[in-house]
């Protein structure tokens, strides 16, 4: 969800950083999956805390300092 109101957010002022925050929550989402921490609704054994605190990092690497 908040990917989805960053878009938005880009696409009505016209700004980029939005739509960059956006990208790279998407993107860390779709990683963090990928690289196999998942949830046990998406068939793993991760917690919430654990999916996110990776997600978050993989948001930050990719926004820079």
């Known amino acids: ?6 878009h938005y957010v880009a696409q009505v002022t016209g700004e ?9 929550i998407y993107d860390a989402v ?3 999956s ?3 921490t998942r949830t046990p609704d ?5 917690s919430t ?4 605190d990776e997600t978050i990092a993989r948001v930050k690497r990719k926004l820079g300092p």
Do not use: D
């Not at 980029?16 to 790279?24: D, Q």
């Not at 805390?49 to 996110?52: N, R, V």
């Open 34 to 36: 990928a690289a196999g």
């Open 16 to 24: 980029p950083e939005p739509e960059t925050a956006s990208r790279a």
């Open 49 to 52: 805390s654990e999916f996110t």
């Open 30 to 32: 779709l990683e963090t």
């Open 1 to 6: 969800m908040p990917a989805r109101v960053l």
């Open 42 to 46: 998406l068939g793993g054994e991760a």
